[in-house]
């Protein structure tokens, strides 16, 4: 996610719809790191065979600088959006 101060947050979750509003303030609070900078926005997402896999990959990527993870979204961009996927 991108955060409104343009940092980039990741995380694992099963409905990504429902935690992208957690973060914005729906419900849960979402992650103490997003709170203070509202609203949050999704720029990227994967799909996992189950959550080792995701937080497998969760990890990857928060290694990855700042400019890899740009790289990733702006590859990404061909992936479909939660709201749109069947």
């Known amino acids: ?7 980039l947050y990741t995380g694992v979750a099963v409905d990504v719809e429902r935690r992208v509003a957690e973060h914005n303030g729906a419900g849960k609070p979402g992650a ?20 080792s896999a995701a937080c497998k ?3 990857r990527i928060k290694q990855l600088t700042r400019q890899e993870k740009l790289a990733l979204i702006a590859a990404g961009s061909r992936m479909i ?3 749109k996927k069947k």
């Open 1 to 7: 996610m991108r955060c409104a101060d343009g940092t």
């Open 32 to 51: 103490r790191y997003t709170r203070s900078r509202r609203p949050v926005k999704l720029v990227y997402y994967e799909a996992a065979a189950n959550r």
């Open 57 to 59: 990959r969760e990890y």
């Open 81 to 83: 959006s939660p709201a």
